[in-house]
């Protein structure tokens, strides 16, 4: 790119180092910040082509699958958000999910379950060889009833092997003996099945130890393979009730969705609600400017990207080459929107991928000149914690 170069409605004033091409992009995926965490616009069949890629380029995938139970978690939970934020892929699982994005009048129409994908895998049967997956987690004989369910199937999944750990702390679970015989499983997909916080944290905290490239938590999945509960009818999950279903099935989860239901409320009224009176009303007022122009600052230890005008989702995709471009210094990214005049759950959620690609590496994002406005914008998509000084 040279200085003053247009990149579709973007103007780029200086040039950047072009990033060599990568497995995965986080900054190519469509994804939105709703109440703080990523959630990807996809549909099964992009997230089935994405699973077959990862194993087969071995390259490490975890797939968080928030429900509303995430959702929640992640609001007062640091760690827990963190490992939904470095996630390869976050389709939604949970209804609740898909009404705030419609709400918000978010394209994410779908739910895209953990269960329905590992139902999809499980019915390829033209993958040769069929993916191989490995079960770690479960009550007493759940796992093991899975594992037998899974090869009884002559589809497209394979069970290589499976671990009870037992009702332990997360160090419990990430002792050697249990990563090393996970690893030499020769697995393709990782399978974890602990309570939904317990199950993110451990593959967060043992994701540089194992070498399965596929990661997910899909606890409920594995009750459902191994025949113990049943899930709901189709017809019930359509209509958003699939909550009833389990309690039916699971009467101790009647806590866990009353606990979730009334911290939604709450999040109703004090964020969705108001970011929906508040993203209606610029729509009606309509004077604010459309373009976006980024300003390219390179010095010895830092890239700062200035930004002037609307950073919305129709200036994503030109503002992602530069993003992209700023990554590739692997230097300190410094955002200044002191001349930002809009933000949006879109733009938002470049940010976080920005983030994301920014600790991976080891180096910072900072965001700075916010004013008072866009400080509420932060406040009411649950991204607060973006204008912490130090993003390391």
Known sequence: MQAGQRIADLEVESCGIGAPATYWDDLARNVYCILGIPIDAIEMPALLRAVDNAAAEKAPFLISTPNLNYLIKSQTDPEF??????????????????????????????????????????????????????LFGGADGIVDAAAISLNRNSGGLSCVGCINPGFGTIDDMSQDHFIRRINASGADFLIAALSAGKGQLWLHRNHDRLQIPVRAHLGATVNFVAGKFRRAPIAIRTMGLEWLWRIKEEPHLWRRYWNDGTQLLGLFLTHILPLVVRTKWEKVRGNKPKDLRIEYVQNSDSVTLNLFGAATASNVDPATDIFRDAAATRKEIRINLSSTCALDARFLGLILMLRKRARKQGTGLKIIGVSAGLQTTFRLNGAEFLLALDQN
Not at 91 to 96: I, K
Not at 104 to 121: F, Q, T, Y
């Open 81 to 134: 958000r963190e490992t939904v934020l470095l996630s390869e892929l976050c389709p939604t699982d949970g209804m609740p999910i898909i009404w705030i994005a419609r709400l918000l009048g978010l394209p994410i129409k779908n739910r895209v379950a953990g269960s329905d994908m590992l139902e999809a895998l499980k019915q390829n049967h033209d993958r040769v060889p069929r993916l191989k997956v490995f």
